[in-house]
T-cell receptor
Framework: GAGVSQSPRYKVAKRGQDVALRCDPI?????LFWYQQALGQGPEFLTY????????KSGLPSDRFFAERPEGSVSTLKIQRTQQEDSAVYLC????????????FGPGTRLTVL | AQKVTQAQTEISVVEKEDVTLDCVYE???????LFWYKQPPSGELVFLIR??????QNEISGRYSWNFQKSTSSFNFTITASQVVDSAVYFC??????????????FGIGTKLQVIP
């Protein structure tokens, strides 16, 4: 497809489990963003990649969160030792440039930690 | 720090009514961008509009119109003759001039719009 895709769409994890969330951006898009959206809130920035370089990870809540984009296309957000407060929708967005470009969002992964 | 305030958390209107969604922003930059996104129940954020801080012209796109006023730091969104398909959560967002080579977007809390048939 032509849009941003994310998998899985839904993930249920037991507290303490590790999870990995995948994002397939639009082909050729340089920029990739991860956001966390808690229930009833707006998306909050987690991290930014420009090609394979992670230029900003200031929004990652703790060192349990780790993101990578090794080949400058697909990205994975990993959460280790999940906690209940990690329950949220994780959104991925990509854009063709680095500035002044529309961000195209994926459908998100809804993570529920029991 | 940049901030976006959407004071209306939920709005209900009857189909065909006009509705305005308010957005007030705070930024210290003179160069910035404002956005509106729509999030239908499916969850995917849909881009509606982007304006830069130097362009205060109001914009109309079909039933949608936007009123940007720097004097009051507002970027309000009006839907004319609302339809049931307009029911969604609408987010106003702000990004400041790029630093480090990219733009970080700050979203408001969102306004949930329900259009009743």
């Amino acid at each position: 497809g032509a849009g941003v895709s994310q998998s899985p769409r839904y993930k249920v994890a037991k507290r303490g489990q590790d999870v990995a969330l995948r994002c397939d951006p639009i082909s050729g898009h340089v920029s990739l963003f991860w956001y966390q959206q808690a229930l009833g809130q707006g998306p909050e920035f987690l991290t930014y990649f420009q090609n394979e370089a992670q230029l900003d990870k200031s929004g990652l809540p703790s060192d349990r969160f780790f993101a990578e984009r090794p080949e400058g296309s697909v990205s994975t957000l990993k959460i280790q030792r999940t906690q209940q407060e990690d329950s949220a929708v994780y959104l991925c967005a990509s854009s063709s440039g680095t500035i002044n470009n529309e961000q195209f969002f994926g459908p998100g992964t809804r993570l529920t930690v029991l | 720090a940049q901030k976006v305030t959407q004071a209306q958390t939920e709005i209900s209107v009857v189909e065909k009514e006009d509705v305005t969604l308010d957005c007030v922003y705070e930024t210290r930059d003179t160069t910035y961008y404002l956005f509106w996104y729509k999030q239908p129940p499916s969850g995917e954020l849909v881009f509606l509009i982007r304006r830069n801080s130097f362009d205060e012209q109001n914009e109309i796109s079909g039933r949608y119109s936007w009123n940007f006023q720097k004097s009051t730091s507002s970027f309000n969104f009006t839907i004319t003759a609302s339809q049931v398909v307009d029911s969604a959560v609408y987010f106003c967002a702000l990004s400041e001039a790029p630093s480090g080579g990219y733009q970080k977007v700050t979203f408001g809390i969102g306004t949930k719009l329900q259009v009743i048939p």
